[in-house]
């Protein structure tokens, strides 16, 4: 059993920066994948990045491509989300999921935080 626990989430203009934050307990935590997802309102869930247990292999979608870093901090249990040039249509929850493989499908996560709010105003 993993629980994962999101925070750093807030209101920014567009062009700042964010850093999310997701502590999860267990002494297993390195052996999972863990992902960041978002969800607009109005919208369904959508994969953000990922990254392998080892913290060698990181995957991004393509609209944060180059913006986002996703890291993992194996001493502290946390895997972080590094926003930067946030968009206005950032803006969403987000949240952080662990599971056995870096992947962009939600269903490959087991284990979902209660998610953290993002608004990026123009």
């Known amino acids: 059993q993993v629980q994962l626990v999101e925070s750093g989430g807030g209101l920014m203009q567009a062009g700042g920066s964010l850093r999310l934050s997701c502590a999860a307990s267990g002494r297993t935590f390195s052996r999972y994948a863990m992902g960041w997802f978002r969800q607009a309102p109005g919208k369904e869930r959508e994969f953000v990045a990922s990254i392998s247990g080892s913290g060698i292999s990181t995957y991004y979608s393509d609209s944060v491509k180059g913006r986002f870093t996703i890291s993992r901090d194996k001493a502290k249990n946390t895997v972080y989300l590094h926003m930067n040039s946030l968009k206005p249509e950032d803006t969403a929850v987000y949240y952080c999921?662990?599971?056995?493989?870096?992947?962009?499908?939600?269903?490959?996560?087991?284990?979902w935080g209660q998610g953290t709010p993002v608004t990026v105003s123009s």
């Open positions: 999921a662990a599971g056995n493989g870096a992947t962009r499908y939600r269903t490959e996560y087991a284990y």
